[in-house]
């Protein structure tokens, strides 16, 4: 199973950007659909985008639409969120994922970073 390891978390300053980086340990990950998700103190871990392993297909929370973008380097095994205009709201340990299907669930997704904490102030 890929093992993925998250980078790039922070503390920032509302309307701030960051970028948050996912390494993937083989090249398997050419092959997978990538996704990120995030908790919250005391809420459920939610979906935040996705991207299909051809890059074609891109999906995202309502939440962040128009404010985050995913990316992906195959060569780099390496998947991105650069998240602009931040929000306190957006405080949350984010994960990323990796599975065989591009989804918005978490079923969707069998292998998970350890997580990054990214902490909005106001």
């Known amino acids: 199973q890929v093992q993925l390891v998250e980078s790039g978390g922070g503390l920032v300053q509302a309307g701030d950007s960051l970028r948050v980086s996912c390494a993937a340990s083989?090249?398997?990950?050419?092959?997978?659909?990538m996704g990120w998700f995030r908790q919250a103190p005391g809420k459920e871990r939610e979906f935040v985008a996705a991207?299909?392993?051809?890059?074609?297909?891109?999906y995202y929370a309502d939440s962040v639409k128009g404010r985050f973008t995913i990316s992906r380097d195959n060569a780099k095994t390496t998947v991105y969120l650069q998240m602009n205009s931040l929000k306190p709201e957006d405080t949350a340990v984010y994960f990323c994922?990796?599975?065989?299907?591009?989804?918005?669930?978490?079923?969707?997704?069998?292998?998970w970073g350890q997580g990054i904490q990214v902490t909005v102030s106001s």
């Open positions: 994922a990796a599975g065989q299907r591009l989804g918005r669930q978490r079923y969707d997704y069998n292998a």
């Open positions: 083989d090249r398997s990950f050419s092959w997978l659909a």
């Open positions: 991207i299909s392993r051809d890059f074609g297909i891109t």
